[in-house]
């Protein structure tokens, strides 16, 4: 913890230093600032904030009704709990209320800008300019040193200008590697392996799939197309909706699952959530016998999809009338319906990729503060950490609460 008494500061000196003007670095920023920090944030790019402005489609999932530690994966699920329980979803929420953002809800508790994601970073700059941060942007960090003093000291260079400057609290708030051009970057792991800490194995997470087999022609044939499924990987399932792509599969329900997804690892897709398919399919051979199979499906799923199933799973039978099935070979095609196994080549990887899974290892942090254990004065927040929400608003709503517990303290 950073004694949190006054200092007179030459130009070149600042209580906080935060690396990264994004989500969690912002909501630091003017935490602390409101707390008398003199604090600098330094930024790479030459925008601040691209991530937020890109995010729901530029309209920016900034929370979720709905917050346990269930939705969030990470080595240590623990983790994430002090942090979320310290800066909620209601205070976030509070702090758009009182700028006058309108905002709306959707599916699943999340809620999104009712016009621009713009307004949520033009909130998160008006409590940094009212709190007095300092905000440099076009900024290239050269090395970081601890002082004996333990102070750090920053070299970087401004507009190719070098610049040396000293901090008593260090926050690397840089993010991930989704994404490079939105400012995905791996700088925060390499500051971590300098000081010591450990890394989880990163993966790119909420990440559309895609195929080389047979199933790639046709995804491309099914492109445009959506469909509410169920989605199932290493016991982890989810119902939403998936949408074909002409590199593979796409959609909330996709992503969801790339979450637990590995290379090599089957995934199981349920095209009729809400139907035991070989009791329907059964129970029609009854009633409607002469209909055929294709008509009969078409009830339920699109005329497109069909006609692929059908080419995978009774191409033989494609003009057999439903009475001419045996019942062994109707719950074969009802169990493909209910239980379609498909082995996706690769994901997409970082260049779509939502998040970065894994990061800093959580072990060597505060939950509380996340300030590093063993290096007192440096902290890390938001995505560079080995925490991972899932989709709906759940990554904004750990870099808040996470730059929020730092910024309490640094
Ligand atoms: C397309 C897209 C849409 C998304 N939509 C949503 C959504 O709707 N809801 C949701 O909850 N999550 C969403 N996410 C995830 C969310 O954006 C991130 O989880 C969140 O921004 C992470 O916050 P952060 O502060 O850790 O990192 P970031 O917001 O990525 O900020 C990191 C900052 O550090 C800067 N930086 C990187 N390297 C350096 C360096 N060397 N020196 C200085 N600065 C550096 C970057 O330029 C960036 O400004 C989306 C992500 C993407 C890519």
Redesign the pocket.
């Known amino acids: 913890m950073i004694d949190n008494k006054t200092v007179k500061h030459s130009p070149n000196q600042y209580d906080v230093i935060i ?7 912002l909501l630091c920023a003017f935490t602390a600032a409101r707390r008398g920090r003199k604090v600098l944030v ?4 030459n925008k ?5 402005l ?3 489609g530029g309209r ?3 929370i979720n009704y709905f917050v346990e530690a269930d939705n969030f994966i990470s080595a240590n699920s623990h983790f994430c709990k002090a942090a979320l329980t310290r800066y909620s979803q209601w205070d976030f929420m509070a702090m758009v209320e009182q700028h006058g953002i309108e905002f709306e809800e959707r599916k699943h508790g999340q809620l999104f800008c009712q016009h621009s994601a713009k307004d949520i970073l033009n909130m998160l700059l008006d409590e940094c300019e009212q709190a007095g941060v300092e905000i440099r942007t076009r ?1 290239e ?1 050269d090395k970081i040193k601890q002082q004996q003093d333990t102070r750090y000291q920053l070299k970087f260079s401004q507009n190719n200008k070098p610049q040396i400057l000293d901090c008593q609290a260090l926050v690397v ?4 590697l ?2 490079p051009t ?4 791996g ?1 925060g792991y390499d500051i971590a392996q300098q000081f010591g800490l450990k890394l989880i194995e990163r993966q790119a997470g909420l990440v559309p799939f895609m195929f080389s087999d047979s199933m790639k022609p046709m995804c491309e044939r099914l492109s445009g197309l959506a469909l509410e499924v169920e989605v199932q990987c290493k016991q982890q399932s989810f119902k939403e909706n998936l949408l074909f792509t002409h590199r593979g599969m796409s959609g909330p329900v996709i992503l969801q699952i790339s979450n637990y997804w590995s290379p090599g690892d089957e995934v199981i897709i349920n095209l009729l959530p809400d139907i035991d398919a070989g009791q329907w399919l059964l129970s029609a051979k009854q009633q409607q016998g002469k209909s055929l199979l294709k008509t009969l499906l078409h009830q339920k799923l699109a005329k497109s999809l069909v006609s692929e199933i059908q080419n995978l799973w009774w191409p033989e039978l494609a003009e057999t009338a439903l009475s001419e099935f045996s019942d062994k070979q109707l719950l074969l095609i009802a169990e493909h319906i209910n239980n379609w196994q498909v082995k996706p080549s690769a994901s997409e990887g970082y260049r779509t990729a ?2 970065t899974l894994g990061g800093v290892d959580t072990d060597g942090i505060s939950s509380k503060t996340m300030e590093a254990k063993q290096q007192p004065g440096l902290f890390f ?4 950490l080995d925490v991972t ?1 899932h989709l709906g ?5 750990w ?1 808040w609460s996470s730059g929020y517990s730092a910024g309490l303290v640094v």
């Not at 690396?19 to 670095?25: D, E, F, K, W």
């Not at 708030?173 to 991930?176: E, L, Q, R």
């Not at 939105?182 to 970057?185: C, T, V």
């Not at 608003?393 to 709503?397: A, L, V």
């Open positions: 690396l990264g003007a994004g989500a969690s670095g330094i930024e790479k790019s601040v904030g691209k991530k937020i890109m995010s729901g920016c999932n900034f900024c960090i708030a840089t993010g991930a989704s994404v939105l400012g995905g970057s700088i939502e998040v927040i938001g995505e560079v929400g608003g759940y990554n904004f709503q870099a």
